[in-house]
């Protein structure tokens, strides 16, 4: 990890976090954790990582767990990652329970009878499909124990329950009636009718809009971010996410409170402060 600037302006990034492979996905726990996971395409092999969300501080990094790609993020809390494995390759159904403790990255237990459910007071439950019906699997959430097998969940087990943090605001279409976008495109000097994708969120005194705009070779598009002060009318931050790419992808920055978030070339996960 290195601390620095993309740019000389106003606003710097708190801190960044790269690596060689391709980000493909990142979750975040309630109590301030992020949790990576990167892949090789090329090789077809996936690694976990973990840092500190406040700081940018690596907590562990390149951890795989005794497969190689047929592997994904199934949930997170405050103290462990849960990963499962899949049925088949190539198919999307899951299979597997790995628990993983968040301190250290190292493999707690597995269990590949169940596909997980939740992680709910003091157990983990996990089902599987027969024909014609499902049944549960009560686990000890500690030892990975299997205690029992149950027809019907418990009445307080809540099965939807969303184990990460997933209270950002996501970006919206920029509106062509929103005049501080208007201000926004003539202040960075954009030509509206080359803007093919826009992506915007009001936050307090700042707008924060990525946009995509064509470049000189057909097909190809330019992905980039700033930071506008509406209340001076200044750009306090700027930066190219993508220098080329074939097609927008929406959701490319989320903001939490005060700081967003954003991923550069697929390889580059910045945390950039709004005073």
């Not at 600037?5 to 309630?30: C, N």
């Not at 990167?38 to 501080?57: L, M, N, P, Q």
């Not at 500690?142 to 950002?168: H, M, R, Y």
């Not at 993508?242 to 991923?263: A, C, E, K, L, M």
Request: glycine share 6%; net charge negative.
């Amino acid at each position: 990890m290195k601390l620095f600037s993309f740019f000389s302006s106003q606003l710097k990034p708190a801190w960044s976090y790269s690596t060689t492979h391709t980000l493909w996905r990142v979750i975040f726990s309630h109590n301030g954790i992020i949790v990576c996971e990167e892949r090789d395409t090329d090789e077809k092999i996936v690694f976990y990582s973990c840092i500190e969300a406040a700081t940018g501080k690596i907590v562990w990094s390149n951890r795989s767990f005794n497969e190689q790609w047929w592997i994904g993020i199934e949930g997170i809390t405050n103290d462990r990652l849960y990963l499962h494995g899949f049925k088949k390759p190539d198919m999307p159904e899951h299979l597997g329970i790995i628990a993983v403790d968040l301190k250290s990255g190292n493999e707690l237990w597995r269990s590949m009878q169940s596909s997980f459910l939740t992680d709910d007071n003091g157990f983990v439950y996990g089902f599987k499909d027969l024909f014609e019906r499902r049944v549960f699997h009560k686990i000890d959430r500690t030892t990975g124990t299997f205690i029992e097998q149950l027809e019907t969940l418990p009445a307080e087990v809540e099965s939807n329950t969303q184990l990460e943090k997933t209270d950002f605001t996501f970006p919206s279409p920029c509106s062509s009636n929103d005049d501080i976008v208007s201000n926004a495109f003539s202040l960075l000097h954009i030509d509206g009718n080359k803007v093919k994708s826009a992506e915007c969120v009001h936050s307090d005194k700042y707008l924060i809009i990525n946009m995509y705009t064509d470049l000189e070779n057909a097909g190809e598009m330019r992905n980039s971010l700033s930071v506008i002060d509406t209340t001076t009318q200044k750009k306090v931050y700027s930066e190219v996410l993508n220098g080329s790419t074939p097609y927008p992808v929406p959701d490319s920055f989320f903001v939490d409170g005060q700081r967003v978030y954003f991923i550069k070339e697929r390889k580059t996960f910045v945390a950039l402060n709004l005073p």
